[in-house]
């Protein structure tokens, strides 16, 4: 199947040229319904601890990683870190302690931050009692860094007895202790983050703390009056629910996480907790002052949806001006009314807090929750400062660039008229329900797709119920959905798309970068444990 004439211009419109002529023409995002029943896929795990009262906690904000080396060379050109993987305590709800695993032992783990170009070696020590690998999400990285699901560090001490440890078949790579992960970081500046990717266990251990942020930035960025250093903030949003004691809950068949994978009950459909955390806090607070802040929201929880409004709205215009994605820089901004982010995904917003009088709360709300679930954060507008920055009309001319250098040249080769259809559904394995990518369960072993390195394809993807598809290494520009325009908040470089129910989405990659063997999954956890997931190699 070719792409449409249509197809093609509409990438001009939404992602090349055009996010400020849809911010003129439509100027709010309205092609996602407002409904609560058709929005959530998964079920709700109540704490039996006592909840805190909402807005009663500061945000904090991840620490940023130094490295423990440089190259020594005259011009260096990377840079070396350790992390260890490991248990740790935090005082989540106040007064109770919480029981982590975490990168360096913290949740979220620190922050990374790098230059476009400039490569990061990241060494990952495994002191936790289980198998670990980690993927660097929205990284464009060589396969044997990527954080295949069978790739797996072992426990340093050795008294691990997983059910795969011993297996010798080869799909199952073992380090023993510690594995050094590459990152050449060719690739745009952009908000990724990092968390674990084990097989069968991806849930329960992000659940347990282990993801955090990895930003690059590069030149382009840095010379835009965005802004910065304190007002480029990252927000983790998370859910999770608590134990009496403050222990996190989650419905594993084996809390030890080293026999028998998987959840129990309806619980497969995604596990939903009833307390809502930023960065690691539950219903902060901020303090800002009466001017612009940039935002870099990314969705890490395991199955939750949002659908994220202020409360009160602005004095004028609409509150959000989204400047990236999940791949970097919009080429212009986008504004928006609310911003429905699901698990994995990334929204890039700057919020103008100067239409808002000193003393206003200002209260982050999901539009898609209920009771406790139905807020995220509040912000405090106390400081009266001098605004420094601005958002520009245009942001990032690398889509043009890239076209320049045959992008979407390639569109009229015969590799861009190749499509491959991938099926997210219900299925039945060995006689139990399961989730499947074209009635089939993940097979390390087997491979679902073959692209050619340098070359362009369209995807088609289909859905059951909701399912945010992360597709490995590359990013991708969404066609359409159902045949018709896909909404605003589809701009940019995306490496996740959310599915909705019995949806069909077209998007359009480019397997350029490296050779090697890559996942498809879905990143509901509860689903990509449940055996969604599928290989290609780019060959």
């Known amino acids: ?40 896929t998964g079920n709700l795990l109540r704490s039996e601890a006592q909840l805190p009262e909402p807005f009663g906690v500061p945000l904090s904000v991840p620490p940023v990683l ?6 020594s060379r005259a011009r260096a050109t990377t840079d070396y870190y350790e992390i260890t993987l490991k248990e740790g305590e935090a005082e989540i709800l106040p007064g109770l302690t919480t029981a982590i695993w975490g990168y360096d032992g913290i949740f979220p783990g620190p922050t990374i931050k790098s230059r476009s170009g ?31 699901p069978t790739d797996l560090i072992l426990p340093k001490s050795g008294s691990s007895h997983t059910h795969h440890e011993h297996s010798a078949d080869p799909i199952w790579l073992f380090h023993r202790g510690s594995k050094d992960y590459v990152y ?10 990092y968390h674990d990717h084990r097989m069968d266990f991806t849930g329960p251990q992000i659940w347990r703390g282990l993801a955090g942020f990895h930003i690059v930035h590069d030149d382009v960025e840095d010379a835009l009056p965005l802004p910065k250093d304190k007002k480029d903030v990252p927000l983790m949003l998370c859910d999770r629910s608590f134990g009496e004691g403050g222990s996190f809950l989650y419905p594993s068949l084996d ?20 307390t809502i955390l930023v960065n690691g806090v539950p219903w902060p607070f901020m303090e800002v002052s009466n001017t612009r802040y940039r935002f870099r929201i990314l969705n890490a929880s395991n199955a939750r949806r949002y659908r994220l409004a202020l409360d009160p709205g602005p004095s004028d215009g609409l509150p959000f001006v989204q400047v990236g994605s999940d791949g970097g820089l919009l080429w212009a901004p986008i504004t928006h009314r609310t911003i429905p982010i699901a698990p994995a995904e990334r929204f890039d ?17 999901n539009h898609l929750g209920n ?17 420094e920055s601005t958002v520009p009309e245009r942001l990032s001319d690398m889509a043009e660039r890239l076209s320049d250098m045959g992008e979407f040249k390639a569109l009229g080769d015969s590799n861009a008229r190749l499509t491959r259809k991938f099926s997210f559904t219900r299925a039945f394995h060995n006689g139990h329900e399961v989730w499947a990518i074209n009635g089939k369960v993940f097979d390390p072993s087997r491979i679902d797709a073959r692209p050619k390195l340098g070359s362009t394809e369209i995807w088609e993807l289909t859905t059951d119920v909701h399912h945010p598809v992360h597709i490995h290494q590359v990013h991708f520009k969404v066609l359409s959905r159902n045949g018709g325009e896909p909404p605003p908040t589809d701009a940019g470089w995306k490496d996740t798309i959310d599915l909705r129910p019995f949806e069909v989405a077209r998007v359009l990659a480019r397997f350029d970068g490296y050779r090697g063997k890559y996942v498809i999954h879905c990143h509901n956890l509860e689903h990509e444990d449940m055996m969604m997931m599928a290989n290609f190699v780019v060959v």
Do not use: C
């Not at 001009?12 to 319904?33: C, E, I, K, R």
């Not at 130094?66 to 190259?71: E, F, L």
């Open 1 to 40: 199947m070719a792409i449409t004439r249509k197809e093609f211009l509409k990438l001009g419109t939404l992602g090349l040229v055009g996010g400020a002529g849809l911010a003129l023409t439509s100027g709010v995002s309205t092609s996602w319904p407002l409904g609560r029943g058709n929005e959530m």
């Open 66 to 71: 130094k490295p423990v080396r440089t190259d």
């Open 118 to 148: 400039r490569k990061v070696v990241v060494r990952y020590h495994n002191e936790l009692p289980v198998p670990v690998t980690t993927h660097l999400h929205g990284g464009r990285t060589p396969s044997e860094s990527d954080g295949y």
């Open 184 to 193: 050449p970081l060719e690739q745009r500046a952009a908000t990724l983050w």
């Open 255 to 274: 809390p030890s996480l080293q026999g028998k994978p998987g959840v129990k009950g309806n619980y497969m459909d995604g596990v939903l907790g009833d």
């Open 349 to 365: 917003v700057v919020i103008d807090f100067s239409k808002y009088p000193l003393g206003t709360g200002v209260t982050l709300k």
């Open 371 to 387: 009771g406790t679930t139905s807020r995220v954060m509040r912000f405090h507008v106390v400081h009266k400062e001098k605004e």
